[in-house]
């Protein structure tokens, strides 16, 4: 299986092009892209480039560059700006289970939830990533109906689905920006600005419209009918967030249908998900591959991996590692939800390292306050293997226990068309998997929902996301040690629900305005 998971990584970053028209947006945040030949002369020469063209669009979510790990397709710094690790900066890092302690510019702010501000490096570089992703896939787009290629349909579900996929993250965490598609692309003006609601309906047609065009399965690490399904359910399921509307009933809809429909079932040991041979497992409905040979990153797991080891109280070989960062702990918010660790059957619970470190984060600074979390490790489950530098952990996306979790908490919320009684069961079948006791009907509440996905999917990039829906991130009413900049928590403004829009882009489009409060 090892071998399959490096051809076909070989497959995704075979081909290596960047596009030569790029949309202004893009020119305007100084993301400069590498030229080497224009789409229209690459696939007048060969077709079958298309196959390289989009894999490389999926490789956008997971690397920095073309070139290995010091590339970068934008002009930001290589190892600090891949996609990847901007979703578990902005979405984990700035949210209460997770602590970075290196106080780098910008950095501080967001995992203290304090004195955020347009200037911050680490909001841009997300921004830029989404702004990068975006007009290449409406560069192929343009072009690809005027080309012929074998499975043409299908390759434009695909290009539209990554597409839809990195406008859920303009939503989810900027909340506005510009409506960039084929039919704009190239435009020398300024696009108007776009607003939640009209991005929410871009990305819902989008979704709804390649749904049933995309196969059941395809090759690893791209999408399928499924990753499309999950993505519209998280769509629908922050819609009152997002548009002011409730979606609950469509969101159960999408869940079930990735629930019943596709060929997904629970891994039997959760620790297999994190693993470098996790590319095996059934459950995972859409990775963001990594190598540690093939597809070197400073992003992807090997920012989780590296970030959350350190030689003074961490063996790095245990876990696959020969660099450990002394970067990321966890705090009491995460690994307090599952009571006395040492008396807890549940093997969720295991993935702390608490020898050496402290159960409260009296500093966010030090490396012993707090628990490094071991979720994500870079050895295999079914077997040896060699401790790296880079990581060969995949990034589990989109998987099937979320599914279930988010059909739960559409029971609880009140879809008509999502039944308790098969919600207590998805989620039984969650905590049974971790020897987790189970629960009935009656412990099925909305504060158990969110504590269960922080249990179950913290550190995989929703938190941020799931308090917020939750009513728990802003305000005082939920309180988590170093929110706000203070020790023990305090409030912070409802403005934090977004970010704010990065200088450069407010620079470079007259059109866009900033998020109120910042």
């Not at 229209?40 to 020469?45: G, K, N, S, V, Y």
């Not at 999408?254 to 040991?269: C, F, M, R």
């Not at 970067?327 to 549940?346: E, I, M, N």
């Not at 293997?385 to 059909?407: E, H, N």
Request: negative net charge.
């Amino acid at each position: 299986m090892k071998n399959m998971k490096n051809n076909t990584l070989k497959f995704l970053l075979g081909l290596i092009v960047v596009f030569t028209t790029v949309f202004s947006c893009t020119d305007d945040l100084n993301t400069d892209p590498k030229i080497e030949l224009s789409l229209d002369e690459l696939l007048a020469q060969d077709p079958r480039a298309v196959e390289g063209i989009l894999s490389r669009l999926y490789g956008s979510f997971a690397l920095s560059g073309p070139d290995g790990s010091g590339s970068s397709d934008i002009s930001d710094d290589a190892g600090e700006s891949p996609f990847l690790r901007g979703i578990v900066n902005l979405q984990d890092f700035a949210a209460d289970a997770m602590k970075n302690r290196w106080g780098d510019n910008g950095l501080d702010q967001l995992t203290t939830t304090s004195d955020w501000t347009p200037e911050n490096k680490f909001f841009r570089y997300l921004y830029n990533r989404i702004f990068f992703t975006i007009p290449q896939c409406n560069n192929l787009l343009s072009i690809l109906p005027n080309v012929e290629v074998e499975n043409k349909e299908g390759i434009i579900s695909e290009v539209r689905f990554i597409r839809a996929l990195a406008n859920f993250y303009l939503i989810d965490v900027f909340g506005k920006g510009v409506l960039a598609n084929e039919e704009n692309y190239g435009q020398t003006e300024s696009l108007p600005e776009a607003s939640r609601q009209e991005l929410f309906d871009f990305v819902e047609s989008e979704l709804l419209a390649i749904e049933p065009l995309l196969s059941d399965t395809n090759t690893y690490g791209r999408a399928t009918k499924g990753a499309a399904q999950m993505l519209l359910a998280k769509l629908y399921l922050n819609a009152e967030v997002y548009t002011g509307t409730a979606r609950y009933e469509d969101a159960a809809t999408y869940a079930n249908k990735v629930i019943t429909e596709g060929p997904y079932s629970l891994a039997t040991d959760f620790v297999s998900l994190f693993s470098a041979d996790n590319n095996t497992s059934n459950e995972i409905i859409f990775p963001l591959i990594a190598d540690a040979q093939v597809s070197q990153s400073f992003g992807n797991t090997t920012y989780i991996v590296n970030g959350s080891l350190n030689a003074d109280t961490t063996p790095l070989a245990q876990f696959g590692a020969t660099e450990g960062w002394g970067g990321h702990r966890s705090s009491k918010a995460w690994y307090g939800l599952f009571g006395d660790l040492g008396t807890t059957t549940d093997v969720r619970a295991s993935l702390f390292w608490t020898d050496g470190h402290s159960y409260e984060m009296t500093d966010y600074k030090e490396w012993t306050d707090g628990y490094p979390s071991f979720k994500f490790r870079n050895t295999n489950f079914s077997g040896t293997s060699v401790p790296s530098k880079f990581s060969s952990t995949d990034f589990p996306l989109f998987r099937l226990a979320d599914a279930y979790l988010m059909y739960a908490e559409c029971a609880v919320r009140g879809a008509s068309n999502a039944n308790l009684g098969t919600a207590v069961q998805y989620v039984n079948n969650v905590r049974t998997r971790s020897k987790a006791s189970t629960i009935t009907q009656g412990d099925l509440t909305e504060q158990f929902i969110i504590d269960e996905r922080g249990r179950e999917l913290n550190l995989e990039g929703h938190r941020r996301t799931d308090l917020i829906r939750f009513g728990m991130f802003t305000g005082g009413s939920y309180l988590w040690p170093w929110k706000g900049g203070v020790l023990n928590g305090t409030s912070i403004p409802a403005t934090y629900n977004v970010y704010p829009i990065p200088s450069s882009a407010l620079q470079a489009n007259p059109n866009l305005t900033q998020n109120p409060g910042y």
